[in-house]
């Protein structure tokens, strides 16, 4: 800061107590030892089930982005209904269900009820006591062979991944030859319908002016 005229000398105080006002991360060896505990202690108190939930396949926002996708937030009550799961049943069984949104292309829904379909045919569901089975649990044999070949599945975003395609393939350009046939001289006839709507109210005075100029050379 810099001072006008005979003013007096600022005292500026260098000496501060920093050491109060920094964070040194020197817990970061034990906090990555805690979170791999607390990761292992969840995984091992709600198995056999995966530690995440199914998401959907979203689009990023934005021009920039919109070409690449991402795991949405939950999957729409669209794309339940269309995959013939119950919105309070989907959320019991590792869906994850979004109310609020909605779907703006069909595409987008096929993908995401295939996506649904998909892992439909890879669940399956434990009894929640031993000998009770009910009418939406797995058959005793299809939980017995999975339990004798370790088939269980930790993370779903394993099984059923969200890739994004390469750039390459992603955006292709189109070839003159691959473009079917337009209209021949589209920007002249686009100029010429916008000069007549202009012109419209000039032209029909003028000839209404003619008419009447010859009108009375003939009187």
């Known amino acids: 800061m810099t001072i006008k005229h005979n003013q007096q000398i600022q005292h500026n105080h260098f000496r501060k107590d920093w050491q109060r006002r920094?964070?040194?991360?020197?817990?970061?060896?034990?906090?990555?030892?805690?979170?791999?505990?607390?990761?292992?202690?969840?995984?091992?108190?709600?198995?056999?089930?995966?530690?995440?939930k199914l998401r959907p396949v979203v689009r990023c926002p934005t021009i920039k982005y919109n070409r690449r996708v991402r795991a949405g937030r939950g999957f729409s009550l669209a794309e339940l209904k269309e995959a013939g799961i119950p919105k309070k049943y989907a959320a019991t069984i590792g869906i994850s269900?979004?109310?609020?949104?909605?779907?703006?292309?069909?595409?987008?829904?096929?993908?995401?009820?295939?996506?649904?379909?998909?892992?439909?045919?890879?669940?399956?569901?434990?009894?929640?006591?031993?000998?009770?089975?009910?009418?939406?649990?797995?058959?005793?044999?299809?939980?017995?062979?999975?339990?004798?070949?370790?088939?269980?599945?930790?993370?779903?975003?394993s099984v059923l991944p969200i890739i994004n395609e390469a750039r390459e393939k992603a955006v292709g350009e189109i070839k003159k030859s691959e473009m079917g046939e337009g209209e021949s001289a589209?920007?002249?006839?686009?100029?010429?319908?916008?000069?007549?709507?202009?012109?419209?109210?000039?032209?029909?005075?003028?000839?209404?002016?003619?008419?009447?100029e010859a009108t009375a050379a003939k009187k």
């Open 22 to 52: 920094v964070r040194c991360h020197f817990d970061q060896p034990g906090r990555k030892l805690r979170r791999r505990t607390a990761r292992l202690t969840k995984a091992a108190a709600v198995a056999p089930r995966p530690v995440d």
């Open 97 to 157: 269900v979004d109310p609020r949104r909605a779907n703006l292309s069909t595409e987008s829904l096929a993908l995401n009820v295939e996506r649904l379909k998909a892992y439909q045919a890879r669940l399956i569901i434990f009894p929640r006591r031993v000998g009770q089975h009910k009418k939406t649990d797995s058959s005793k044999e299809e939980v017995d062979a999975h339990k004798e070949e370790g088939k269980i599945t930790r993370k779903t975003h």
């Open 186 to 212: 589209a920007y002249r006839k686009l100029r010429d319908a916008r000069s007549e709507a202009r012109l419209v109210g000039v032209r029909e005075k003028r000839a209404k002016a003619k008419d009447d």
